[in-house]
């Protein structure tokens, strides 16, 4: 194992819902293993999500504008990083 790739499809998440996050190994001859996602230590690295669960569902937490977002995994000894945009879909929940 080389790498860890986090994924996610898509790479947006709507206010308030959740993205269901995967991980794969990475070889050194650039296979690629899928991973149950609940083998995935999970992690929010930055941004508004209100956490990710130990099956990988990551939960956006509320925006007054399209956000950036990291989600975290490590495995293995080996950590990678996804960016996910959560999107401003709930009008007028800021009052702004």
């Known amino acids: 194992m080389t790498a860890l790739q986090i994924a996610a499809t898509p790479v947006t998440v709507n206010e308030a819902g959740i993205r269901q996050l995967g991980?794969?190994?990475?070889?050194?001859?650039?296979?690629?293993?899928?991973?149950p996602a609940t083998s995935v230590a999970w992690s929010v690295q930055s941004g508004p999500l209100t956490g990710i669960n130990s099956s990988g569902l990551a939960t956006a937490?509320?925006?007054?504008?399209?956000?950036?977002?990291?989600?975290e995994g490590s495995y293995a000894g080996f950590t990678g990083s996804l960016g996910l945009t959560v999107l401003d879909t709930i009008s007028d929940n800021f009052e702004l």
């Open 23 to 35: 991980a794969a190994e990475v070889l050194d001859d650039q296979t690629i293993n899928l991973l």
């Open 61 to 71: 937490g509320l925006v007054y504008q399209d956000s950036p977002a990291v989600a």
